[in-house]
């Protein structure tokens, strides 16, 4: 693929921006999977391994090597010498975050990456499969306002609504490098259909929530997304989804 494919404004990150790419991850070839592998760390190769099922373990690999060719695009350093560590609570970021920030989120077949500079971001992508009992996942998870609104909906709208929540949540939780130890029903996110994406309170804070940003990410009808940042609105610019050999070719 030639580079000249790619948005201008691809790898020109400022603190003003948000830039998402997403990325097919089925249908890759072993030959393309291994390309992709030369790029990780030994204890990225190491945790692709415990993987039970090839599907998966190459799901790992792409997803992993992916980040880098698109790190190493924004810093200017081969993929293969990003150096990436982990928070206490297992959030992923650059040695030296001064440097950007991102995030990454992978369902399906489907990955999802997003890159600032300047703030903490979380993404999160869900494939759109309902659960048989989401009423009871929402009451078990949501909070009491946003459970009472999915069950006022139209049968037609809760599917959506549930991923609508379910991404939102996920993506500030992430942003927030918290992981499980915040419960989902602490604080409340808007999900009607065609309803703007916010943050209504957090612990019953209005003007703590005013400053986060939520975004929809629509990069397929076959899956729901959300980006979430901390501050002031930023550009958000959102690359269409591409495949695996085309990211390689930029490497």
Not at 79 to 90: H, L, N, R, V
Not at 145 to 151: G, V
Not at 159 to 178: H, M, P, Q, V
Not at 232 to 238: C, D, E, H, T
Request: glycine fraction near 8%; aromatic fraction near 10%.
């Amino acid at each position: 693929m030639e580079e000249s494919k790619f948005a201008p404004w691809s790898f020109g990150l400022t603190g003003q921006m948000v830039h998402v790419w997403s990325l097919r991850t089925t249908e890759v070839t072993n030959a393309v999977v291994s390309e992709f592998e030369q790029f990780l760390a030994p204890d990225e190769r190491t945790r692709a391994e415990r993987f039970r099922f090839e599907n998966l373990q190459h799901s790992f690999v792409v997803t992993r090597g992916a980040l880098r060719v698109l790190l190493g695009r924004y810093l200017h350093v081969p993929p293969a010498k990003i150096q990436i560590e982990y928070g206490s609570k297992g959030k992923p970021s650059l040695a030296e975050p001064e440097l950007a920030t991102f995030n990454v989120s992978h369902s399906g077949g489907l990955a999802v990456f997003a890159f600032a500079a300047g703030c903490e971001i979380g993404v999160d992508v869900e494939e759109i499969r309902p659960p048989a009992d989401m009423l009871d996942i929402a009451q078990r998870f949501f909070c009491p306002a946003e459970t009472a609104e999915l069950i006022s909906l139209p049968a037609n709208q809760r599917e959506l609504a549930f991923f609508n929540c379910w991404t939102r949540k996920e993506a500030y939780i992430k942003a927030l490098g918290e992981g499980l130890s915040l419960p989902l029903d602490g604080f409340q996110v808007t999900l009607r259909p065609g309803e703007p994406a916010s943050i209504i309170h957090l612990a019953g804070d209005a003007n703590a929530a005013s400053n986060w940003k939520l975004h929809d990410l629509e990069l397929s009808t076959a899956y729901a997304g959300a980006l979430a940042y901390h501050g002031l609105g930023r550009q958000l610019r959102v690359s269409p989804p591409i495949d695996a050999v085309e990211l390689l070719d930029i490497s």
